[in-house]
């Protein structure tokens, strides 16, 4: 039986995933609707062990030092964990989840370390896991944010500049991002994703406001209680 309602933005790294999900958030938070944010990974946690030690290279360098579906379940755990310790309860209830990023990074991330001739089995295998065997409700709305590499590596490069932070294996490696933004529009097929362009028709980045009332309208398509719940 349905319990919640489960939103979910995904997006390469640099895709300007985590302003739009602020905005969403801000723009529920000012019309009252009551929610729950999560952030995955939760890094604070002791559940994020293992994916800590994989992106600060101490298994390996590069990511592909680490196969596909061992990655998955050091993310998996950290989100079984959150799960049934922080939000499983409220959203069984009924209430409304925002999540940044979910299973959902699986197939982005990981599935780029796989030929295109694998990936659809590894989706299907991902889905299997972490829905049916962990049993993680599978989201009401996902919204991919889909920006060109090259455009994501400058944002990367400009974060890290203003922030004085060091970017982990996966966002120093242009080739992976590259690789991660094919198989995310290969997973926005299979999976039935809601893509948003963060580009307009010549390339250039859309303004912030624009890409969120254009997330606005597509989610009170997929979700029409939205507004009001």
Not at 100 to 105: A, M
Not at 148 to 162: C, D, G, H, I
Request: net charge negative.
């Amino acid at each position: 039986m349905k319990k919640g309602t489960l939103i979910v933005f995904e997006g390469t790294d640099g895709s300007g995933k985590s302003t739009q999900f602020k905005l969403l958030c801000d723009r529920l938070l000012a019309q009252g609707t009551q929610f729950q944010r999560l952030v995955f990974p939760q890094y604070q946690e002791p559940s994020s062990a293992l994916l800590r030690m994989y992106l600060q290279g101490e298994f390996g360098s590069h990511p592909s030092d680490v196969n596909a579906y061992a990655a998955s379940t050091f993310y998996a755990v950290d989100r079984y964990a959150a799960w049934k310790k922080v939000w499983g309860a409220g959203y069984e209830a009924g209430g409304l989840v925002l999540s940044d990023r979910y299973t959902t990074s699986n197939a982005v991330h990981q599935g780029g370390k796989l030929s295109q001739g694998e990936q659809g089995a590894f989706f299907d295998w991902l889905f299997d896991f972490e829905y049916r065997k962990l049993g993680l409700p599978l989201p009401d709305a996902v919204i991919y944010l889909d920006m060109p590499t090259e455009k994501s590596v400058q944002l990367l490069r400009s974060r890290e500049a203003a922030t004085h932070t060091q970017a982990d294996i996966h966002e120093v490696d242009t080739q992976y991002l590259a690789l991660c933004r094919q198989t995310a529009l290969r997973a926005a097929e299979h999976y039935g994703w809601q893509r948003i362009s963060c580009v307009d028709g010549e390339g250039n980045i859309r303004p912030i406001p624009e890409i969120h009332q254009e997330i606005w309208r597509v989610l009170l398509d997929s979700i029409p209680t939205l507004q009001v719940l």
